[in-house]
């Protein structure tokens, strides 16, 4: 929506439960958006998420956060959408296939149904698969329609390296590739710890005694943090809440951010007709590039292996629906 000549910075966020309230809270602190409308079936949840942000608001940043309906989505920039059923204890993510696909679905009828011209970002799991679906139901061009991808799980990568390391996260690079789910991998060829190539830094490191174990190590706990933090609390929030704030930056302020959104391949990497998380530049229309990096030979089978795992998915999906 515009006010005068100023854009205000509309975000819906669909889905009141864990991942999507706690993205409201977070995203209010950024003071990235202007107006939040928050969407969920359940209307009395939303309802008493709403109030009990609002009254958070002489400690927030300006910002208008109310119920959301779908009439929301024809002046909307960001869709987030969080709606659909959790990981269970012990369920992988592909299991929610089918229960999910139905809530996407019906979202993608309603955005449609409001001719909105925003940028859809997908949470809800498993988020390359529904990625996928929301492409296709959509048709709109394939960077406009993204999935968080492996963006939280790159930052946890970040965190694990860093305390093994003994260095600041900040100072700690690296992506973690393919799908958000049990067939991804760390990319240890793109990994850096200030500035150095992670074998290099080990070298100077000092912090243990055998790297090749450490990192299978790491990189299996990367990929079983979510059974973890759900086995503990029942739910994962707050930090791929963040990852959902800073995914909303680069395309509300277009910053071109490189992040590990799941997003539509066309060929690139020898893959076509899956979504999964490749380094990407994110800006105000969701993906504007796909960084071809090259990949080693033994890095480029995991990500076609996974590509692979996913596009059984979709059939799996096709066949049943
Ligand atoms: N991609 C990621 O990195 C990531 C991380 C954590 C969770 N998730 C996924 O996010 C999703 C939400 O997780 P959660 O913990 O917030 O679950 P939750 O159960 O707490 O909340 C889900 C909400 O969706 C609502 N909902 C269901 N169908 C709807 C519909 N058709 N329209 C509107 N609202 C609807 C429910 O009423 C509920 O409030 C799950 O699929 C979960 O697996 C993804």
Redesign the pocket.
């Known amino acids: 929506m515009t006010t005068g000549s100023v854009k205000r910075r509309k975000v819906v966020v669909?889905?009141?439960?864990?991942?999507?309230?706690?993205f409201c809270y977070a995203l209010a602190q950024s003071g990235l958006s202007d107006e939040i409308a928050l969407?969920?079936?359940?209307e009395e949840?939303?309802h008493g998420q709403v109030l009990d942000l609002v009254h958070g608001q002489p400690f927030f940043p300006p910002v208008s956060i109310h119920v959301g309906h779908p009439s929301d989505y024809a002046d909307a920039e960001l869709i987030v959408v969080?709606?659909?059923?959790?990981?269970r204890p012990g369920e992988s993510?592909l299991q929610?296939l089918q229960k999910?696909a139905?809530?996407?679905r019906?979202?993608v009828a309603?955005i449609l149904a409001q001719n909105s011209s925003a940028v859809i970002l997908?949470?809800?799991?498993?988020?390359d698969v529904?990625t996928h679906l929301a492409i296709t139901l959509t048709g709109w061009a394939r960077g406009r329609v993204i999935?968080?991808?492996?963006?939280?799980?790159s930052a946890r990568l970040r965190h694990m390296l860093g305390t093994h390391c003994g260095v600041d996260v900040h100072n700690v690079h690296g992506y973690v590739l393919g799908e958000?789910g049990d067939s991804e991998f760390a990319a240890w060829s793109m990994t850096h710890v200030a500035g150095m190539q992670i074998d290099d830094y080990c070298r100077v490191c000092g912090h243990c005694t055998d790297w090749v174990s450490e990192r299978g190590r790491i990189e299996q706990a990367v990929r079983d943090s979510?059974y973890h933090v759900i086995g503990y609390k029942?739910?994962?929030?707050f930090?791929?809440a963040l990852?959902?704030v800073r995914i909303a930056a680069a395309i509300l302020r277009g910053q071109n951010i490189v992040l590990t959104v799941?997003t539509m391949l066309d060929g690139e990497f020898g893959i076509r007709g899956v979504c999964l998380s490749v380094p990407c530049i994110v800006s105000a229309q969701g993906v504007e590039k796909i960084l071809k990096s090259s990949l080693p030979e033994h890095e480029l089978a995991a990500l076609r292996s996974s590509a692979a795992k996913l596009m059984q998915a979709i059939q799996e999906l096709k066949a049943e629906s």
Request: glycine share 12%; with cysteine.
């Open positions: 669909v889905g009141a439960g864990a991942v999507g309230s706690t969407v969920d079936r359940n949840l939303a969080t709606a659909g059923a959790p990981q993510r929610l999910n139905a809530v996407i019906s979202i309603d997908i949470v809800s799991n498993p988020v529904m999935g968080s991808g492996t963006v939280l799980d958000h979510a029942g739910a994962t929030c930090a791929v990852a959902l799941s």
